[in-house]
Nanobody, 112 residues
């Protein structure tokens, strides 16, 4: 059974960097794009980044220029690095595998 397992969340301070990791388990190999969304309290879920099988990437406006998403195809994993963290990056970050598979989320808190 497919599962998405996230790690790397925690408490950070403004200006620091974070690395989130997501592993898709229970499958041999996926051709689908994988990415990250986030949801802050009282707000809708927001697109963060996505990477396709061939490495093509796309980023949301909230992290553009500060984020890098990468993918390890043989391991079915993705990593997201966000530099120069801001308090507005505080949210629960969710790993996503197309078409509609979600991880449980990992909390990221950025203190000013």
């Amino acid at each position: 059974q497919l599962r998405l397992v996230e790690s790397g969340g925690g408490l950070f301070h403004q200006g620091e960097s974070l690395r989130l990791h997501c592993a898709a388990t229970g499958i041999q190999f996926t051709l689908a794009a994988m990415g990250w969304y986030r949801q802050a309290p009282g707000q809708e879920r927001e697109f963060v980044a996505i990477v396709s099988l061939d490495g093509t990437t796309n980023y949301g406006d909230g992290v553009a220029g500060r984020a890098t998403i990468s993918r390890d195809n043989p391991r079915n994993t993705i990593d997201l690095v966000i530099d120069n963290l801001k308090p507005e990056d505080t949210a629960v970050y969710y790993c996503h595998l197309l078409p509609d598979n979600w991880g449980p989320g990992t909390q990221v808190t950025v203190a000013s």
